[in-house]
């Protein structure tokens, strides 16, 4: 089973920034996409962002549009998450996400991902 990994998560002021990065434990890895969720406390998963993998595609969630940068390192089987310009509201625990089960474009959809991190948490402070 493939795991995925994040990292970078923690806490910084509002208008400060952060880059989140998750990688998985296989060597070879294939999905359709991945993608980052986060989920503040009471309240249910969100998505925001998603980038396909294999192929030129990224999706960003409105309240994040603008802010925070997708991008992958096929490579090293990593994606990363640009966060800039955090605000409160930002405080959450974020996923990595992979959807391996397809076929999908790029999913914005929990259903969609068969594959969790544990999550990391960003706090953003006043």
């Known amino acids: 089973q493939v795991q995925l990994v994040e990292s970078g998560g923690g806490l910084v002021q509002a208008g400060g920034s952060l880059r989140l990065s998750c990688t998985t434990s296989e060597r070879t890895f294939s999905a359709y996409a991945m993608g980052w969720f986060r989920q503040a406390p009471g309240k249910e998963r969100e998505f925001v962002a998603a980038?396909?993998?294999?192929?030129?595609?990224?999706k960003t969630g409105d309240s994040v549009k603008g802010r925070f940068i997708i991008s992958r390192d096929e490579t090293s089987n990593t994606i990363y998450l640009q966060m800039n310009s955090l605000k409160p509201e930002d405080t959450a625990v974020y996923y990595c996400?992979?959807?391996?089960?397809?076929?999908?474009?790029?999913?914005?959809?929990?259903?969609?991902?068969?594959?969790w991190g544990q999550g990391t948490q960003v706090t953003v402070s006043l």
């Open positions: 996400a992979a959807a391996t089960r397809g076929p999908w474009n790029t999913p914005l959809s929990t259903f969609q991902y068969n594959i």
């Open positions: 980038v396909r993998w294999g192929r030129i595609g990224s």
